[in-house]
Nanobody, 121 residues
Framework: QVQLVESGGGWVQPGGSLTLSCAASGFTFSRASMGWYRQAPGNEREVCAKINPDGVTYYVDSVKGRFTISRDNAENTVVLQMDNLKPEDSGVYYC???????????????WGQGTQVTVSP
């Protein structure tokens, strides 16, 4: 059974930092590309950052230079370090695999409960 458990959200003032963590299980994590996604109220869910099994990263332009995605294949975790946060970064953050081995295809349709990030004065 695929499980994705996000944690680390909270309230922070603009310019502050938060570290989000995602614990994954039920698929071959070390061979999966992982992504962090966010959804603001009234908006569609969008990708923030991705990391492939070799550690190659991708960031959407709005978070480049402020967010850092990393992974620990021994612990099956993916972390999103968020610095210099802005109010527009507020939303619910989710992690999910973006590419998996064929036997793990069901993991692509699984979402965790997410973790709320609120950036305000």
């Amino acid at each position: 059974q695929v499980q994705l458990v996000e944690s680390g959200g909270g309230w922070v003032q603009p310019g502050g930092s938060l570290t989000l963590s995602c614990a994954a299980s039920g698929f071959t994590f070390s061979r999966a590309s992982m992504g962090w996604y966010r959804q603001a109220p009234g908006n569609e869910r969008e990708v923030c950052a991705k990391i492939n099994p070799d550690g190659v990263t991708y960031y959407v332009d709005s978070v480049k230079g402020r967010f850092t995605i990393s992974r620990d294949n021994a612990e099956n975790t993916v972390v999103l370090q968020m610095d210099n946060l802005k109010p527009e970064d507020s939303g619910v953050y989710y992690c999910k695999p973006s590419l998996v081995l064929p036997p793990d295809a069901q993991a692509l349709n699984t979402w965790g409960q997410g973790t709320q990030v609120t950036v305000s004065p």
